[in-house]
C-alpha cells in the first residue's frame, strides 16, 4: 500500500479533508443510519421478549441462547469479512443493554 | 401489562420455550445478521478512511467529526424510538475499534 502512498493530486481536497475521505464518510454515515434503526427494531424484539419472560417468570439471561448466538454471528462475520472477535464483542455489549432492561421490566412487575 | 400475565395458553410451549418466544428469537437472528453485515461494511469503509489518513499524515482519531456524528445519530435514535444514550454509547464503541484499526494502520506504515 505504501508505493503510491504519497502520489500529489491522488485526492483533491475540499479545504483540509480530501475528496475520498468526503465520500467515505457519507458511505460510513448512511450505513449508521441502518444500524441505529435495526439496533432500534431490535431493541422492540428483546422489549417483547422482556415482558414476555417476565410474565412466565423466566431469568432475563439465558446463557445458552447466548451462547449459540455467539458461536452464529462469529461465523457470520467470518463469512463477510469481519472480525469475529470484534463481532462477539458487539454482541455481548448489545446483550448487556438487553439483560440490563429485562432487569428493569422484571423489577418493575 | 401484569393482569392477563400467567393466562394459560396465551402462548404455547415447544418443550420449555413458549412459541411467541421462539418467533421474536428468529427476527432478533435476522436482524443481528444484517448488523453484521453493516458493521463488516462499516469497516471496510473505515479501512479504506485509515489508509488514506496514514497516506496524507492525517491524524487516526477526529474529535469534531466524532462529535458531529453522535449529535447525529442521537437524533435518528430519537425519532426511531432507541435510547440515544445507548446510541452514543454504540457509536463510541464502534469508533474506539476504528481507531485501533487506524493506529495499526499508521504503525505498519
Do not use: W, Y
Not at 7 to 12: D, E, L, V
Not at 26 to 40: C, E, R, T, V, W
Not at 94 to 106: G, L
Amino acid at each position: 500500500m505504501s508505493s503510491t502512498a504519497s502520489t500529489p493530486g491522488s485526492s483533491r481536497s475540499t479545504g483540509s479533508t480530501p475528496d475520498d475521505l468526503l465520500r467515505l464518510r457519507a458511505s460510513i454515515d448512511n450505513i449508521d443510519a441502518a444500524l441505529i434503526h435495526l439496533l432500534a427494531e431490535r431493541f422492540k424484539c428483546t422489549q417483547q421478549v422482556g415482558e414476555l419472560k417476565a410474565r412466565e417468570g423466566m431469568p432475563p439471561a439465558d446463557p445458552t441462547r447466548e451462547e449459540a448466538q455467539i458461536a452464529r454471528l462469529r461465523d457470520l462475520a467470518d463469512q463477510a469479512g469481519l472480525d469475529p472477535t470484534f463481532a462477539e464483542k458487539f454482541l455481548n455489549f448489545v446483550i448487556a443493554e438487553v439483560i440490563h432492561h429485562h432487569e428493569a421490566i422484571a423489577a418493575s412487575d
